[in-house]
């Protein structure tokens, strides 16, 4: 199972505790879902923990029970409501007039209370939403066909704390995160601490990675660095031997060039510890300079 349908796995075991919630919950499925109007509401899911909530949740929710069920073995599981009686109940708990409503509208006075917010974002998310596999990337989007719906979602989205962004795409409408930080604290808040948990342990894993990957990556530059420069030192040294003995050199500058001859592969700080008295890096370096402006000449 990915980690989308995992988290919804996870978001369906939240109990059914409130009636309003529940109804909350429905909402959020309904004006996401697959079809909602005058003559039928239509939820089509894969998941098959989301399969298994819907009739109990819609039972709790509005004492209802679903007019066509899913058939066994198929991929895609189709729930849908046709009773005229059934639909009615459903649009009296939202305040929903299909016969003058031209397009849907979330009735924010049936999410007033903060808990049922909280259960109809998770609707929204069951229903339309998915979220990417931290291992590739970070993004959560709740889509639906309703323009109004989403410009809504996005208020209260705001108004509890999250910052989304919006896009259409096709024929949908989404409000989307980008920031690993929102996606877990979205998952936490609608009832995913554990994928929540799971997103910001691979966030933090992957900056570890990459954090020694840059760290490895900068000492070998170093490495490299030096062993030219020990390199051009070393040549240097033997364009003055052509001309004269090292003996020949003072003793600071002699000292310092049989030094780098005979450990080529010590950084200028660990032969400034060979020379007696050990030298600072700087020291080292400076004599070495002379010898080149001596090469030179």
Known sequence: MSFS?????????VPLARK??????????LLYANRFDEGQARIVTESEQFAARLPQLFKKAFRVSF???PE???GKRVFSLTAADKLSTLSAVFGYDPGSSVA???NFAVLEEPHCRTAFFRGAFLAGGSVTDPSKGYHLELATSHLSVNRELMTLLREAGFEPKSVRRGGNHMAYFKRS???????????????????MNAKAE?????GVNRRVNCDAANLDKAVDAAQTQIEVIHRLMARMDLDELPPKLSEAAKLRLEHPDLTLTELGELCQPPITKSSLNYRLKKLSELAGE
Request: with cysteine.
């Open 20 to 29: 309003c919630c529940a109804q909350a919950e429905c909402y959020g499925i």
């Open 67 to 69: 007019d066509r069920l």
């Open 72 to 74: 066994e073995g198929m």
């Open 5 to 13: 349908g995992d988290a919804k796995a996870e978001l369906c075991r």
């Open 104 to 106: 849907h509208h979330i």
């Open 181 to 199: 930080e929102d996606i877990a604290d979205f998952l936490a808040a609608i009832g995913a601490p554990l994928h929540a948990m799971e997103l």
């Open 206 to 210: 992957k900056d570890l990675r990459g």
